[in-house]
């Protein structure tokens, strides 16, 4: 490693040129999310549409990727066509190595190919591949086609396409990453398919260098072997193996912070038929890992189908965890593994953001019920519970069939604002998270960088401070954000934090030959803090004018009933912290 250079690869998919080229900035920016910010500033056009083919399209990894365990995450940054944002998104699989073995910190694709197209990146020049055939198709379609364009030795090879809803450019297409993983959330898929880019191959084909001294490499054996152990043989990530975030459908269903049904209700009896026990001991075929990890967090349930009158079944493989159970199931009411496994695999095959298509039929469930929308508008019946209109309902959604679905695809309040039930819209600056827990995770996911759960866990704040001291809130919100900030450019995933403290993650960056140190580390979680709050501002963000919809106001859990002016001053109190790290930026 060239300690304070990172490698970056621009393909222009236009024109089909492509340089390499270094940066400076390592020890100030460390990668990932840092790294997208940097790039994004330096290739982002703030006066064009999120989807002209100048925008650029960032993938970016970590200094610590492919050297240590959990370092297995990219950084995917974008210009947002959901809210016409700075955005991120965050996959595992094996894009990260697939990165660092080819030699990259970083692959920025700007313009937009004369043709459908899947573009071949590794150590040596990058190709441009005709890809007309795979136009329509869906993922696992794709996929099967894709891996006969570059068929490499298996865990080199990183796979990322788009289904139809991506090439539809719906505003929450996201991109499958190795069939299991994606970058889900605000469009990145949408700006895939802007680009006529139905996948991206990443061959990692060459290596990466390890401290070669003898001291330096001694001490980068112990860092290694005290985090590996700390993963493998404490309990710091036993549950993310064992029943996977699927473990947290009892616990908030009891705490009645588990939204059911578009939000009207907190609790139900009927999680019992979806929860990660119900899944593990009924559904649960194995555990997979990203690459580079030791964990296995992974949960693929087996989707068993009847087709036919005799005993005749087909068989596919669905990946769950938390969220996407939350979404596809409690959300919609849905009672049943089978069905949740049904709905997930249908929304995958698509190529739509499982949280936000969930969230969104909710809303459109409940606009049939109060008469907002006609069925002649949704084209099925849709209700709680339902199985075979939801499915029609997702193929609808990506195909954008009518002007309804054209609204929804755009985002559950943009056709809210332009149909009526914006009071029940459950979103929070995108289509919630499945955390109904209080006013701190309210506020953190509408005014948060990503609008997720992730951006601060404000929901374990809610679920631990029985209080309402504002300060303390926004302290905890700040400082969260900072150490996930950090975490995020190393690329490590945030499953790992009992394992990477600042200390752990500054010992195995100076075992890797960079100065740092926890108050380095510190000082750079700031500055990337505020350069992404900076470019988040200057794309449009107003953090002042976020207003968080009436439904979020009915909501009573274990905290008793929402409080508004504690909401109130909260959110006013964390848009002036935003506003000020911004401000920090530019001076």
């Known amino acids: 490693m060239e300690n304070n250079l990172f490698k970056i690869l621009r393909v222009d998919l236009q024109s089909g040129d492509w340089e390499r080229f270094e ?155 190795d069939t299991y993983r994606h970058f889900g ?33 001694r001490e980068y054996i112990r860092a290694y072997d005290d985090i590996h152990s700390t993963v493998t043989q404490t309990d710091a990530v036993t549950k993310y193996h064992d029943l996977g975030t699927a473990e947290n459908l009892i616990p908030l269903n009891e705490l009645g912070a588990l939204p059911w049904r578009n939000l009207k209700q907190t609790r139900d009896p009927g999680i019992e038929g979806i929860s990660g026990e119900k899944m593990a001991d009924e559904l649960l075929l194995r555990q997979t890992a990203c690459a580079g990890c030791p964990v296995g967090c992974i949960h693929i349930g087996l989707l068993r189908q009847r087709f036919g009158p005799e005993h005749e079944f087909l068989y596919r493989q669905v990946a769950y965890d938390y969220e996407p159970i939350f979404a596809i199931g409690s959300m919609l009411g849905i009672t049943g593994a089978g069905d949740v496994l049904t709905l997930i695999e249908d929304v995958e095959r698509v190529g739509l953001d499982v949280i936000s298509t969930g969230v969104a039929l909710a809303w459109a469930t409940e606009a049939l019920e109060k008469g907002i929308v006609s069925v002649e508008e949704t084209e099925v019946k849709l209700g709680f519970n339902r199985l075979d209109p939801y499915r029609e309902a997702i193929s609808l959604l990506a195909e954008k069939a009518n002007r309804f679905y054209s609204l929804l695809s755009r985002g559950t309040m943009a056709a809210a604002h332009e149909l009526g039930g914006e009071d029940f819209a459950c979103v929070l600056g995108q289509e919630m998270a499945g955390y109904a827990t209080g006013e701190a995770y309210y506020v953190s996911q509408a005014l948060g960088f990503r609008h997720s759960h992730l951006d601060s866990g404000a929901y374990g704040f809610d679920q631990t401070e029985k209080g309402q001291d504002v300060e303390k809130a926004v302290d905890f919100m700040l400082e969260q954000e900072n150490y996930r900030n950090i975490l995020c450019s190393m690329c490590g995933c945030l499953f790992g934090r009992k394992a990477y403290s600042l200390q752990n993650i500054a010992r195995a960056c100076r075992a890797l030959g960079m100065d740092t140190d926890e108050q380095s580390l510190r000082r750079a979680g700031k500055r990337i803090q505020a350069k992404r709050w900076e470019l988040k501002l200057k794309s449009g963000f107003s953090p002042a004018d976020i207003s968080i919809p009436k439904r979020y106001l009915e909501v009573e859990n274990f905290r008793g009933k929402t409080d508004p002016d504690y909401l109130g001053r909260l959110k006013k109190a964390y848009a002036l912290e935003i506003e000020r790290m911004a401000g920090e930026s530019k001076d």
């Open 185 to 217: 959330r605000l469009g990145a898929g949408a700006v895939m398919g802007s680009k006529s880019l139905k996948a991206i191959i990443v061959s990692g084909d060459s290596h990466i260098d390890l401290p070669k001294d003898k001291d330096s490499r």
């Open 23 to 177: 940066l400076p900035g390592r020890e100030k920016w460390l990668g990932g999310s840092g790294l997208s910010a940097l790039l994004f500033e330096r290739f982002a056009h703030f006066e064009k549409d999120p989807l002209h083919a100048d925008q650029p399209l960032i993938f970016a990894v970590g200094p610590l990727t492919g050297s240590y365990p959990m370092m297995s995450k990219t950084v995917c940054g974008f210009f947002s066509p959901y809210h016409g944002q700075y955005a991120e998104s965050h996959a595992g699989g094996r894009s990260a190595l697939g990165l660092r073995f080819a030699g990259l910190d970083a692959l920025v694709l700007t313009g937009r190919a004369s043709s459908l197209s899947a573009l071949t990146v590794g150590s040596r020049a990058p190709q441009i591949v005709d890809a007309h055939y795979l136009a329509g198709m869906d993922i696992f379609a794709a996929g099967k086609l894709l891996r006969k364009i570059k068929p490499v030795t298996p865990g080199h090879r990183s796979i990322l396409r788009i289904g139809p809803a991506g090439e539809k450019q719906c505003s929450f297409a996201c991109i499958n990453v």
